[in-house]
């Protein structure tokens, strides 16, 4: 979603922004736009598109000043037009703001500002905010934002600057992230880490309510109602080489293979193999609390709640645990029976998501125990949950998420493997599970070893229309994931279903043309699935299986066959997502779509 980066320091302050906003391109965005403080005014240089069409804008006259905000649009109100980019500017023209998030009471403000001879050149939320900062302004930025956001209801993260306070940038959050940059002599805001990377590590995370205000000696955070907040400042771990591409023709290549990589970094430290366990300590959670659970619900969104369905599978066969996953944006308005024996896992990417934020907020205010499977370090769902697990896949900046969703199942597998050997798990099942999951990396590298093959395939397909993903139990979630990836990046249509709804509805779809994808592995409904390819094929359809090897009995009935090795049946869909994710980005590449930057989406969707 929409990007924020602004600075404060002695630089020009044009290429710093234009930099921060390349970097978060990855968000999704559809315009963009610069303003910088320049002599005794503002100059704002704003367009529609991709960033290269502001390059050019620029070319002919960049603003020159040390004092700046850029944002990357993406939008919501009002077309993704050069008028509605941001920045957009107050009635005097001297006041500045970008904005990401959603001003819920923008039109009734409007309709009163109006009313006092205002004029809107934008459809606009965010030029509402600027006019009602500029109707406050009495030669003091900072009073005048937090007033105006004292009028203000819906989600926010803004910067603004002034032209007659050319050294001053005000910034503030409420449901958007954003954070400050404290480099030497310079200071940042972001509303994503990846944008201020380049010049420093050291970073405060805002919280909601709070704003801060930079200068070019420094910053000071405070809430809306004017007390100090004192803030500690994090060290962001991970460097400028993990968010490039590293010689990877898009990012969401380089991240399907560093699975084996994060998949490590997921696990590492966390299993104990004596035990046949798992030590998770950041969940906050004693072995008394695990017993006392009574049922587990995992809330997330988009390939978050796959990852969760799988968790299902894992919590109940193991830890014998009643679970239940819910979609976020539909937990946190229906009236979900929790208590203080539930355990709510929300399972998050970016830990910015504002649905599954929300569903944790209404798990916590009912009482439930909440813990959050995050891969942002400092993110607000990481920082309001209870207790939690960073994932550590490493930054994931390919909108479609790869690895972060093996991490989010291993950290899934952990949690649930800690609760079983409280309760119904053998200390032999324990090891075994534990073997397997140590030995998923070497795997997943031999999957990877083997991606020609899956290319090859892609080129057979990529001209396809429709696909068909279908799997069964554990691996039914893996079918919506592959057909998810495929749709979200290659624009076919594709749908997932458990292999024996086939037969109530999908089935009719199946011709000559219409490839379908078995997740097939040697498990314990293999017979089952055997029949219902036998079925696809009965009617014409092509079909792609993901089997075992050593699998002789598919292979006679597909049209093609990839192998993954055997692991143990819970931890398949690992194994099993890996050539869907290959086959989902070689196809798009084939069909000359974005893969990094899809159509219409979002890496981190911080509005409903
Ligand atoms: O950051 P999150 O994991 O909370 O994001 C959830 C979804 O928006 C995300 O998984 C989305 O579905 C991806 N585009 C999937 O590739």
Redesign the pocket.
């Known amino acids: 979603m929409c990007g924020i980066v602004g600075y404060v320091g002695p630089k020009q302050a044009t290429p710093i922004l234009m930099e921060g906003l390349r970097r978060m391109e990855y968000r999704g965005y559809d315009s963009a736009g610069v303003a910088i403080i320049n002599g005794d005014g503002v100059k704002v240089k704003k367009a529609a598109g991709k960033l290269s069409v502001l390059v050019e804008k620029l070319r002919t006259e960049t603003p020159r000043g040390t004092v700046g905000i850029g944002h990357t649009r993406w939008a919501t109100h009002g077309a993704p037009t050069t008028p509605n980019a941001h920045p957009h500017l107050d009635r005097s023209g001297k006041i500045a703001v970008i904005h990401n998030g959603i001003i819920e009471n923008a039109p009734v403000i409007k309709k009163a500002l109006q009313n006092r001879g205002h004029v809107f050149k934008s459809e606009t939320d965010t030029e509402v905010l600027a006019h009602l900062i500029g109707a406050y302004y009495e030669g003091n930025l900072e009073q005048a934002v937090a007033a105006a956001l004292w009028d203000v209801a819906g989600a926010y993260g803004i910067a603004v600057i002034s032209a007659d306070e050319p050294d001053v940038l005000v910034a503030a959050r409420n449901g958007s992230p954003l954070l400050v940059g404290v480099g030497e002599g310079e200071y940042f805001v972001a509303s994503d880490a990846s944008a201020i990377l380049e010049h420093t590590r050291s970073v405060v995370y805002l919280d909601d309510g709070e704003m801060v205000v930079l200068t070019r000696d420094g910053y000071r955070v405070r809430n809306l109602t004017e007390t100090h907040v004192e803030k500690p400042v994090n060290q962001i771990e991970w460097d400028l080489a993990t968010i490039e591409r590293g010689g990877f023709a898009h990012f969401m290549l380089k991240e399907i293979f560093e699975q084996p990589e994060s998949l490590h970094n997921t696990v590492r430290g966390h299993l104990l193999e004596e035990e046949g366990s798992a030590r998770l300590r950041g969940l906050n959670l004693s072995d008394e609390d695990y017993k006392r659970i009574n049922r587990v619900i995992i809330t997330?969104?988009?390939?978050?709640w796959h990852a969760g369905l799988i968790g299902e599978y894992i919590f109940e066969e193991m830890a014998r645990v009643p679970c239940e996953v819910e979609y976020a944006s539909e937990f946190r308005y229906r009236n979900p029976i929790v208590d203080e024996n539930t355990l709510v896992i929300a399972?998050?990417?970016?830990?910015?998501?504002a649905d599954?934020l929300a569903a944790v907020r209404e798990a916590k205010r009912r009482g439930a125990r909440t813990i959050g499977l995050v891969n942002v370090v400092g993110s607000t769902i990481a920082r309001e949950v209870q207790g939690g697990l960073y994932l550590r896949a490493g930054p994931e900046i390919g909108?479609?998420?790869t690895k972060?969703f093996n991490s989010q199942v291993a950290a899934l597998a952990m949690v649930a493997l800690k609760m079983a050997r409280l309760r119904s798990l053998s200390l032999l099942q324990g090891r075994q599970f534990i073997e397997a999951l140590q030995a998923l990396p070497a795997q997943i590298a031999k999957v990877l070893e083997r991606a020609p093959e899956v290319e090859k395939l892609a080129d057979r397909f990529a001209e396809a229309h429709n696909a068909l993903y279908l799997g069964r139990g554990v691996n039914f979630p893996v079918a919506l994931e592959g057909a998810?990836?495929l749709k979200?990046i290659s624009y076919i249509h594709a749908e997932g279903y458990p292999a024996a709804e086939m037969k109530h509805g999908p089935i009719a779809l199946i011709d000559e043309n219409m490839p379908v994808v078995f997740i097939a592995p040697r498990d314990a409904v293999y017979a089952k699935i055997v029949s219902n390819i036998e079925e696809v094929k009965a009617r014409g359809g092509k079909v792609i299986a993901i089997v075992t090897e050593g699998d002789s009995e598919i292979g006679r009935l597909a049209e093609a066959v990839f192998t993954i090795p055997p692991t143990h049946d819970l931890l398949t869909p690992i194994l099993a997502s890996v050539p869907l994710q290959l086959f989902a980005y070689y196809v798009a590449v084939r069909r000359g779509c974005n893969v990094d930057q899809p159509r219409n989406?979002a890496?981190?969707?911080t509005v409903e």
């Open positions: 997330a969104c988009g390939t978050s399972v998050s990417q970016s830990g910015e998501t599954t909108v479609a998420s972060a998810l990836k979200e989406l890496k981190s969707v």
